[in-house]
């Protein structure tokens, strides 16, 4: 029998060839692991992960150079150009941390965290470095819930100083465009979009996702780690005593319609 025709690539996608030759790709979900050049391509992600430590924040993280630039902001982002959020800089997270929902049972940071949105972001400016030295990072994002032109402002601030001396205080802005509105995407948008729920939602999974912080680890993180899944219960409980019953959400026609407001 004549030796087939394999793979032209004769390093990586070779090694691949046994795992292909035993997929039909047009069946599996598994990924093909031919796409990898092409996904190099696209655009680098954007995140957004609600985050309940020991307190409520909306960790806003943009993927450069490898690796996640953050910012965590207090109220979370805002589609009314009129708003202008804090948001604190923070450590660059590892890329893979993009996709990350569950727990973090401790050390700093620990509590749950909710996958509140996802996508893609371009720069609105030629060199996104000197945008981040001069505190004035213009950019869109491609997200299932932001989307449009946003800007990042450094501000003069308070408190502790990056290690080159600049503040850690930026200003998260939406910038108007058809994408703008006084729509309250917090409170309308709040479930996860990877699974659908909220932080009461992943605790009652039978085997949350944990993300093990590499951080030495803060004794008190047990207690605290208690003290936010009595909030997410809480959480829970506001949500069901103004929303319905999940059963009966699931099995009639939404109780209450999302109220519309004049935004778009
Ligand atoms: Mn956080």
New binding site residues.
């Given amino acids: 029998m004549p030796a087939t025709k394999r793979s032209k690539s004769k390093t990586s996608t070779r090694s691949l060839s046994e795992y292909q030759a035993k997929r039909n790709f047009s069946k599996t979900p598994e990924p093909s692991g031919k796409t990898t050049k092409k996904a190099k391509k696209t655009s680098p992600m954007f995140c957004v ?1 609600k ?1 309940l ?1 020991s307190s409520l ?1 909306y ?1 806003f993280r943009l993927e450069h150079n490898g690796t996640l630039l953050s910012w ?1 902001v207090p109220k979370g982002p805002s589609l009314n150009p009129a708003d202008k959020r804090l948001a604190m800089h923070v450590e660059d997270h590892p890329l893979d941390y993009g996709d990350f929902e569950g727990v973090i049972p401790e050390g700093y ?1 620990a509590g749950i965290v909710v996958l509140w949105d996802k996508g893609t972001w371009e720069p609105e400016v030629e060199d996104v470095d000197a945008a981040l030295k001069k505190g004035d990072l213009k950019f869109t994002l491609k997200g299932v819930k932001l989307k449009g032109s946003w800007v990042l402002v450094r501000t003069r601030g308070w408190g502790s100083k990056s290690e080159a001396g600049e503040s850690r205080s930026w200003l998260l802005i939406k910038h108007r465009d058809d994408w703008a509105g006084d729509v309250d995407v917090i409170e309308a948008a709040p479930l996860s979009v990877k699974s659908f729920g909220d932080f009461a939602d992943i605790l009652a999974e039978d085997k949350p996702d944990v993300w093990e912080s590499h951080k030495p680890g803060g004794g008190a993180a047990g207690k605290l780690l208690q003290q936010i899944i009595a909030q997410a219960a809480e959480l829970k409980a506001k949500r069901s005593s103004t929303k319905g019953k999940k059963r009966n959400a699931a099995t009639k026609k939404p109780a209450k319609k999302p109220k519309k407001t004049a935004a778009r």
Avoid: F, L, R, W
């Fill in positions: 992960q985050h430590a924040h960790d965590a940071g």
